[in-house]
């Protein structure tokens, strides 16, 4: 069974200040996808990052950089210098290595970027 | 030049009713899927077909019915509306590889907001 915890029901942050989300995730699979997704008050799904099981490497993208550690079963993420747009619903997803391919997803971190 | 989009992007239907939502991919994927977000934002996967062939059934009311007829279209089919179907049903596909180590993220469409009155 796959589980993802998002603890943060809601953050609240002027802009410009950063914006850190956790996720906890719980899986059986030794090999493993973990990605984030921005909802935006119009509603769509945005695809935001993505890290495999075996590259703990935390990398930075633009004001967008996450900190993967399998010790501690963590996948967070920063949003850096935060603006009013980032403001939304961000979701944690993992996906197990199996033949069924489902994103099992967190209930989601609300966003509010006050100016 | 939309990847994934679905129609009708909202749905105003009485109990009861029969319905269908659309969903057209132009990426070349082979798998889509049907999730389910609920009025609290909770997502949970429904379907997945992969090549047309159906890989994942969730514990889904017979009531919904998914059907592929190629690779970049997946509809799902309601009969019998009940209000508690009311949600944002949201189409997705993605390329499934076989080597290891490949993401196979999932690309969303906008959503299908459906209100059962």
């Known amino acids: 069974a796959q589980k993802v915890t998002q603890a943060q029901t809601e953050i609240s942050v002027v802009e410009k200040e950063d914006v850190t989300l956790d996720c906890v995730y719980e899986?059986?699979?030794?090999?493993?996808?973990l990605f984030w997704y921005k909802q935006p008050p119009s509603g769509e799904l945005v695809f935001l990052i993505r890290r495999n099981s075996f590259d703990e490497q935390n990398e930075i993208s633009g004001r967008y950089s996450w900190n993967f550690q399998k010790s501690t079963s963590s996948f967070n993420f920063t949003i850096t210098a935060s603006q009013v747009v980032d403001s939304a619903v961000y979701f944690c997803a993992l996906r197990g290595y199996s033949n069924d391919y489902k994103l099992s997803f967190g209930a989601g971190t609300t966003v509010t970027v006050r100016a | 030049d939309t990847a994934v989009s679905q129609t009708p992007k909202y749905l105003v239907t009485q109990m009861g009713n029969d319905k269908s939502i659309k969903c057209e991919q132009n990426?070349?994927?082979?798998?889509m899927y049907w999730y389910k977000q609920d009025s609290k934002k909770f997502l949970k996967i429904m379907f997945s077909y992969n090549n047309k062939e159906l890989i994942i059934n969730e514990t889904v009311p017979n009531r919904f019915s998914p059907k592929s007829p190629d690779k970049a279209h997946l509809n799902l089919h309601i009969n019998s509306l009940e209000l508690g179907d009311s949600a944002v049903y949201f189409c997705?596909?993605?390329?499934?590889?076989?080597?290891?180590?490949?993401?196979?993220?999932?690309?969303f469409g906008p959503g299908t907001r459906l209100t059962v009155l």
């Open positions: 899986t059986r699979d030794t090999t493993y996808y």
């Open positions: 990426l070349g994927h082979d798998t």
């Open positions: 997705a596909s993605s390329q499934v590889g076989s080597e290891y180590g490949t993401y196979n993220e999932q690309f």
